[in-house]
């Protein structure tokens, strides 16, 4: 007697896994990936740094708006 919940035409073979090469070949991928990303970001952080550098060294008066003798230090 046939099971109604198997198939005719089922078959009793398993599906094959994956190859190894294929997984060899994403993590190759990942990892370059990984590496292009970081090198991108200390990049971006330096130039920024860099930026952020040279604009505190050219300006014109660090002290604006500060007086030297401020009466609300005299408490």
Known sequence: MI??????SSSDQEP???????RFKLGIVAVGSLLAGGL?????????LLK???????AQNPHFGISEHDPTDEA
Do not use: D, H, I
């Open 3 to 8: 099971n109604p919940l198997e198939s005719s």
């Open 16 to 22: 094959e896994p994956a190859r190894p090469g294929s």
């Open 40 to 48: 991108l970001a200390a990049w971006w952080y330096r130039k920024t």
């Open 52 to 58: 952020l550098q040279k604009s505190e060294g050219e």
